[in-house]
C-alpha cells in the first residue's frame, strides 16, 4: 500500500509539474510581443503630421493620429475620431459627431476642441505646412494661410462639446478621402503647448491612434508600440510595428529575403524577373495615385524661357522609360493626374501622336532659337533623390537631352533634406513626385502660386483662375470639365514635366493578413494581421 501511496503521490508530482511547464509556456508566448517590420523607403524628415514633406512619413503618422475620419484596407473613409456626420444636401457643410470617450495616450480626452486645434494649425501660416493646400477647400482656409484672415475666421466650429461643423469653399464629391489624411487629425494641444517644437519627441510624443512612438533612432527606426487609450484596441493584433528606412532597394529586399522585413513599401524592377522566378507569391503590383514628373526653377531666366521647357519635354522618350528601365507596369504620362480619379479625362501633351525623330527636330529648333547651339549649349544641374530606379531614370534622361545639345549634370540628394532644398529654391532641374487623394483638384492645386509645392515657381493667371472656377462647381461632371481646362493650360505652358505614371511595388510575406491594394498605396498597421 505504501507503494501504491508514492505511485500515485509521484503521479500528481507529474501532473502539477506538467501543468506549470504548459502555465509557463502560455505566459512566455504571452510575454513575447508580436512585431511587425516594415521597410519604409525614406528616413522621416519629422514625425509631426502637418510639417512633413515625404509621403512616405504618412504611414508611420497614420498609425499614431486618429482623424475624424481613418481609411480602411480599401483606404475608403470609415468612422474615426468623429463615429458619425451628415453633409448638407448642398455638399457644403459637414457635420461631425465627435466619438465619447476617446483619450490621448497620457489619459488626457480628446474633443472637439483639439480636432479644430489641429485644422486650425494645418493652414496656420506659422506652421509654415507643405500640405496646407490640401485644406483650401475649407471656408478661408486659403486667406488664413496666406496670412489676409485670422486663424479663427477658418471654416470651422464647435456647436456643442461633441460636434464639429466644418464648411467648405465649395462641394468636392471626394472630401471624406482627403480628410482620411493624417495632416488633418486632431491634434494634442495640452502637449505642443508644452513642448512646442520637440512635442513629436520619444519622451513627450502622445498618440490617439492604435500605436504611439517608442523610440526613433535617426537613420535606423521608427518604433511604434500599442497605445493601449485607442478606443478599438481590442481589434489590435500586432503588439510592435518598427518601421526601417530602406532607400536601397536592393538592400531591402536582402532583408526580406533574409526574413528581418515582412513587408518593403518598393522593389526595383532590376529584381523583377528573380522575384517572379522565385517569390512570385510576395509580389504586389498595383495602379497608383504617384505621379512623376520633372520640375524647372522658372525663378532662372533659361528655365523661364518656354521655348526651353518644351524642348526638354518633347525630347523625352517616356515609352522607353517605362519599357527598358522600369519595366513594372508604370504608364508613359502625357498629362498631370493620374488616371485614379474615377471619371476624370484628363488633357495630355500635345505632342503625343508625333514620332520621335519629329520631336527632336522641333526641339533642336527651339534651343536654337532661344540662342543655344554646339558652341552654346544649354547646361544645368539635374537633382534626383533616392532609389535606385530614380538613378537610372535621371541617367536615361541626361542622354536623351543629350540628343538635342544639351549638357546635364546629375546631383544626387537625400530623400529627407531634398524636397526642403527644392522648397528653397536650390536647384535648377530635378525629380519629383508626388501622391495625393483620388482627385485632380490636389494634382493642380501643385502649380497654384501659393502652394508650397510649386517647386517650379509657375504662376499663370489663365490657369489661378480656371483652377479656382473648377473648385467652386458642385457638379462633378462639369467640374471634372473645367479641371481639364486648367491641365492643358499648364501642359502647353510646361509648368512641369509629367514622366510616368508610377504603380505601386511593394513585397509582402505570405504570413500578412489584411493586406488589400490601393491607389493611395496606405496600409495601416491596425488593420493587418500576422500568423503566428
Known sequence: MLGDHLVRRAARGRIVLIALAALLLAQGTMAAPLVLRRGNPAEPDTLDPQKSS??????????????????????QPTPGAAQSWTVSPDGLTYTFKMRPRVKWSDGVPLTVDDAIYGLRRFVDPATA???????????????????????????????????????????????????????FAPLPRHVIAKHKG?????????ASGAYKLAAWRSGDHVRLVKNAAYFDIKNVQIDEVIYYPTEDDAVALKRFRAGELDLNARFSSTELVWLRKNRPDVIRISVSSWGTRVVLNQTLPKLADIRVRRALALAVDRQAIVKNILRTGE????????????????????????????????????????GYSEANPLSFVLSQRAGSANKRVVVALANM???????????????????????????????????WPPDPEHFLNEMH????????????KAFNDTLARASRIPERGARYAAFREAEAIALKDVAIIPLYFNVNTNIVAPHLNGYRDNGRDLHPTRLLRVAR
Not at 520637440?198 to 502622445?206: C, K
Not at 498631370?336 to 533642336?364: C, H, I, N, Q, S
Open 331 to 370: 504608364m508613359p504620362a502625357y498629362g498631370l493626374v493620374p488616371p485614379v480619379a474615377p471619371g476624370y479625362a484628363g488633357a495630355e501633351l500635345d505632342f503625343k501622336a508625333e514620332p520621335m525623330p519629329e520631336r527632336l527636330t522641333e526641339a533642336r529648333a527651339l534651343l536654337k532659337a532661344a
Open 129 to 183: 505646412s507643405p500640405s496646407a493646400f490640401l485644406a483650401y477647400k475649407i471656408k478661408n482656409a486659403a486667406a488664413v494661410n496666406a496670412g489676409r484672415m485670422q486663424i479663427d475666421q477658418l471654416g470651422v466650429r464647435a456647436i456643442d462639446a461633441s460636434t464639429l461643423e466644418m464648411t467648405l469653399e465649395a462641394p468636392n464629391p471626394n472630401w471624406l478621402n482627403v480628410l482620411a489624411e493624417p495632416h
Open 401 to 435: 537631352w543629350a540628343k538635342i545639345g544639351v549638357k546635364t549634370e546629375l546631383r544626387f540628394a537625400d530623400v529627407s533634406m531634398y524636397y526642403g532644398e527644392l522648397r528653397k529654391l536650390n536647384y535648377e532641374v530635378a525629380l519629383t513626385g508626388a501622391a
Open 449 to 460: 502660386p501659393k502652394s508650397p509645392q510649386n517647386y517650379s515657381r509657375y504662376d499663370s
Open 54 to 75: 515625404i509621403d512616405y512619413t504618412i504611414a508611420i503618422t497614420g498609425d499614431m493620429l486618429l482623424s475624424l475620419v481613418q481609411g480602411d484596407e480599401s483606404f
Open 198 to 206: 520637440a512635442w513629436t519627441r520619444p519622451e513627450n510624443m502622445v
